[in-house]
């Protein structure tokens, strides 16, 4: 009897061991997929959950096409090197590649696309090589994005094509930039229209330096609304190309 109990427990004890060190507990929102993201996005570098990164977003989606995400990574001012983010179970996953550089805080606010229910993740990393992981569930009816576009429906869409609507408020030590900017963001995803979006978006402060860089992605909303936080004086400049070298810019005081 021993020997058989001892038996059982050298067999146990190994994969108990290894259940410990992939224990899916430590995730906050599990997920079949936070493997292969790890890999995919982060190349499997070193990374911790965090509850630090804060990602806010509605608990269901009321329109698939235009939800609301802020990601707020504010705690770790000073020593971000870049923000990403993405949803796990959407058929084009990532979101933004948010670059805050001096003069901008680590805060975005954007709209995107979600075609299902969906951990919705942000990883931060910081100048020490580690990656702060925040997550966040959504639920959705679905069909964000594979709906056709609201924008080619309305007639005179191709004139306004780059032009820039927002303003800087301010709050206190900062001020917030907000804007939205006129573009289908067509993601190739519905029959007969090819990938069509912003694909890089950079602010530049009052002396031409570069305040934030962004890359954006086929998940972003169409008419993509934008939000920064700005603790830089003085006016900025929002510079945009899409997926096809088309340019434009637009002056925010």
């Known amino acids: 009897?021993?020997?058989?109990?001892?038996?059982?427990?050298?067999?146990?004890l190994p994969l108990a061991a290894h259940a410990v060190d992939v224990d899916p507990a430590k995730d906050p929102v599990p997920s079949v997929m936070w493997a292969f993201?790890?890999?995919?996005?982060?190349?499997?570098?070193?990374?911790v959950f965090d509850e630090r990164v804060k990602l806010l977003a509605p608990p269901f989606a009321e329109d698939a096409r235009q939800v609301p995400l802020e990601i707020d990574a504010r705690a770790f001012k000073g020593h971000v090197v870049k923000i990403l983010?993405?949803?796990?179970?959407?058929?084009?996953?990532?979101i933004v590649d948010f670059q805050p550089k001096a003069g901008v805080l680590p805060w975005l606010s954007i709209r995107i696309r979600i075609e299902q229910a969906t951990p919705l993740r942000a990883a931060v990393l910081t100048d020490d090589g580690l990656w702060h992981v925040g997550s966040t569930l959504i639920d959705a009816a679905g069909g964000g994005c594979t709906a056709p576009s609201v924008v080619r429906t309305q007639p005179g869409w191709e004139e306004r094509i780059g032009q820039v609507l927002g303003g800087r408020y301010?709050?206190?030590?900062?001020?917030?930039?907000?804007?939205?900017v006129a573009h289908p963001?067509?993601?190739?995803?519905?029959?007969?229209?090819?990938?069509?979006?912003?694909?890089?978006?950079?602010?530049?402060?009052?002396?031409?330096?570069?305040?934030?860089?962004?890359e954006l992605f086929?998940?972003?909303?169409e008419n993509p609304n934008l939000t920064f936080d700005i603790d830089a004086p003085g006016p900025t400049r929002l510079m945009l190309r899409d997926n096809s070298g088309n340019e434009f810019d637009a002056a925010i005081p």
């Open 170 to 180: 301010p709050r206190g030590e900062f001020s917030r930039v907000r804007v939205q």
């Open 37 to 47: 993201y790890h890999k995919q996005l982060l190349a499997e570098a070193p990374f």
């Open 218 to 221: 086929p998940a972003v909303s």
């Open 85 to 94: 983010a993405w949803a796990e179970l959407n058929p084009l996953p990532k």
């Open 185 to 214: 963001m067509d993601n190739g995803m519905v029959s007969g229209i090819p990938e069509f979006y912003i694909n890089h978006a950079q602010l530049r402060g009052a002396d031409g330096q570069v305040l934030a860089e962004l």
């Open 1 to 12: 009897m021993n020997w058989r109990l001892n038996c059982m427990l050298a067999c146990w």
